[in-house]
């Protein structure tokens, strides 16, 4: 698989469909690798014609991992937060949003329509805000706009988020069906052989603790955009699950609300994640914004 260098470090990416299709990026959330957008979802893109790049942030799979910068204490991070603190934070979301458009300076991608899931959102959003030139439109799925104000996720949720990461394999796919069993969607079935496949893959292409824990102090430490979206013209899809229990709705509504004439689409029964019986609905959304676009 290609890497690119991009903002200074390598950047593991594939691309999918036709080379000469409208350019659709898509960013996936914390610390989760490129495999976390399924095959099965990047070919519904792909059979639109459109040229499908999604890709490893830095920190996870086989892009660069940045270990010097130390790891982070997140249950600081997290109590500074609360208590409105300065955070120190080892990069934000700013230098993942450079580490995409290099990615895409290195594929000559001008433009491109950008898709982004959880964290993944919010880079794409950040974009939007600081590289607003470079995006034909945004979508943005079970994502926030940082505002602490906004409800918290449920408490078994917030739980499986901070659980100590294990590092053993068997343990890890054990842990992982523990954690989509809390924060997937409950209104369609739970799919246990493929959540261990996913995890497999996503293990053994780069599984890395330390790499989330900045990733998440990044989070924390840049803030709530919403004064900035507000100045966003980019056209704007907002796609959320009404039952999502690790980012709720609200957060959703509050995205929509806050960039103007954004569309907002909120599916009943989805959480915070893409299970395949929404792909043609998200995708069928995405194709009408990449449309108007």
Not at 90 to 119: F, N, Q
Request: hydrophobic residues 45%.
């Amino acid at each position: 698989m290609p890497s690119a260098r991009c903002n200074g470090i390598d950047i593991a990416y594939e691309e999918i469909g036709a080379q000469d299709g409208p350019p659709v990026l898509l960013i996936m959330g914390l610390g989760a690798s490129l495999v976390f957008w399924e095959d099965g979802f990047c070919a519904l893109l792909a059979e639109r014609g459109w040229r499908v790049v999604r890709f490893d942030n830095r920190d996870v799979g086989r892009s660069a991992k940045l270990d010097a910068l130390g790891v982070p204490n997140v249950l600081e991070a997290l109590s500074a937060q609360m208590a409105r603190r300065p955070i120190a934070a080892p990069y934000l979301l700013s230098d993942m949003a450079r580490d995409t458009i290099g990615l895409m300076d290195a594929l000559g991608l001008e433009r491109a329509h950008v898709v982004g899931a959880s964290m993944g959102g919010m880079i794409a959003q950040t974009l939007a805000i600081e590289h607003p030139g470079r995006l034909h439109s945004l979508t943005s799925i079970m994502s926030t706009t940082g505002d602490p104000v906004l409800p918290p996720g449920k408490p078994e949720a917030m739980a499986v988020l901070l659980a100590p990461p294990v590092l053993e394999r068997s343990a890890y796919l054990e842990q992982a069906v523990r954690v989509w069993r809390t924060i997937g969607s409950p209104g369609f079935p739970f799919d246990e052989a493929r959540v261990r496949a996913r995890a497999a893959a996503h293990f053994d292409r780069g599984y890395h603790p330390p790499g989330v824990a900045r990733q998440l102090v990044g989070i924390l430490a840049s803030g709530d955009r919403t004064e900035r979206l507000r100045r966003v013209t980019t056209p704007t899809l907002v796609i959320h699950g009404v039952d999502d229990p690790l980012v709720p709705a609200e957060a959703g509504r509050a995205t929509a609300a806050a960039v103007a004439a954004a569309e907002l689409v909120l599916i009943e029964g989805m959480g915070h994640d893409l299970p395949p019986e929404v792909w043609p609905r998200i995708v069928g959304a995405i194709g009408d914004l990449v449309a108007r676009s």
